[in-house]
């Protein structure tokens, strides 16, 4: 088993205008400067950002067009994710393409994000997809590995690398990077965890290997993550134990059938007691406001840019 180069995509993201001209020029940014890279993947509603008007049916222009990037450069690519069109529903969904540029998997992501993703409908299906010679893959959307049964079950399913696109901008970063140590070391699995700026985010993301440890943390600007990963690393924690110490997935396996919280019909009267979901109910105006808030910064933006044009004029002059 050889080591694996993935390369995480840091990039602002506009909630108005389609962000898809300029995902192509960062994956050539990053393809060009390093070229030795196997694997690209960006944030989460990286596509068209996260307002659900933009949901579109799949098959889709979005998929062909990064499907044309994997096969150009070789890679696997998972470009973000972006809201799905299906029937009446919604769903946010993520695309792997493999370097011949076909579409091995799709993934629905399994717990959207209330209040903010109110009108998404949840997934189903956990994703893992085999990279032939190097391991296995599993895929996780943001609020997913808030609910340690999801990267457990994928870690039950074989998958040795969490790709984790991820869309946070709310004042719980913190604690999020903390989950994100915590499902690496108690899954004894890399997890890349890639977040987007701007309407996409506050950035800071966050790569992880088997014992927990962090690979590499990123700020709030944008960020190419280029790293080489050592995957047999994750047999041998698995196998040995973390730093030779504990063995989590061993335990688990030796106790799976004693939880019975989830057994079929199990009671769980406290959890009835917490009362209903809470979720917004004045929708349209949110996303107006959202808008509207995007619109302000993009202009912000461009006079900021006029400004400073107009500065450096002067200078020459």
Not at 61 to 71: G, I, R, S, T, Y
Not at 250 to 266: L, T, V
Request: net charge neutral; glycine share 8%.
């Amino acid at each position: 088993m050889k080591p694996f180069a993935i390369a995480g995509i840091q990039m602002k993201v506009s909630a108005i205008t389609p962000n898809l001209e300029m995902m192509k020029l960062k994956l050539d940014i990053t393809m060009n400067l390093y070229p030795w890279i196997e694997m690209v993947m960006f944030s989460e509603l990286c596509g068209y950002g996260p307002l659900t008007y933009t949901a579109q049916e799949f098959p889709n222009d979005f998929e062909a067009q990064m499907q044309a990037l994997a096969k150009k450069y070789g890679i696997w690519l998972l470009p973000g994710s972006i809201f799905e069109k299906s029937g009446d529903k919604i769903y946010n969904t993520a695309t792997v393409i493999n370097p011949s540029g076909e579409i091995v998997t799709r993934y629905r992501k399994m717990f959207p994000f209330y209040p903010y993703e109110t009108g998404v409908t949840p997934g189903k299906e956990f994703c893992v997809f085999d990279v032939p010679e190097v391991g296995r893959f599993g895929v996780s959307i943001c609020y997913d590995m808030w609910f340690p049964e999801t990267i457990r079950t994928l870690a039950v399913m074989g998958a040795e690398v969490i790709l984790h696109p991820t869309m946070s901008g709310t004042i719980d970063r913190d604690i999020e990077l903390s989950i994100v140590r915590a499902m690496a070391s108690i899954n004894q699995c890399f997890f890349f965890d890639v977040n987007g700026l701007d309407s996409g985010g506050c950035g800071r993301s966050i790569v992880c290997g088997p014992d927990g440890r962090v690979l590499h943390q990123s700020e709030g600007t944008e960020e190419i993550i280029p790293l080489e990963l050592d995957i047999k690393r994750v047999k041998r924690s698995r196998e040995l134990g973390i730093l030779r110490l504990g063995q989590p997935l061993k335990s688990f396996r030796d106790h799976i059938g004693q939880f019975g919280i989830y057994q079929a019909n199990a009671s769980t009267p406290y959890l009835d007691s917490l009362g209903p979901l809470i979720k917004p109910s004045k929708l349209e105006q949110l996303t107006e406001l959202k808008i509207k808030e995007s619109a302000l910064e993009q202009q912000g933006s461009r006079v900021q840019s006029k400004g400073m044009d107009q500065l450096q004029s002067k200078k020459m002059g």
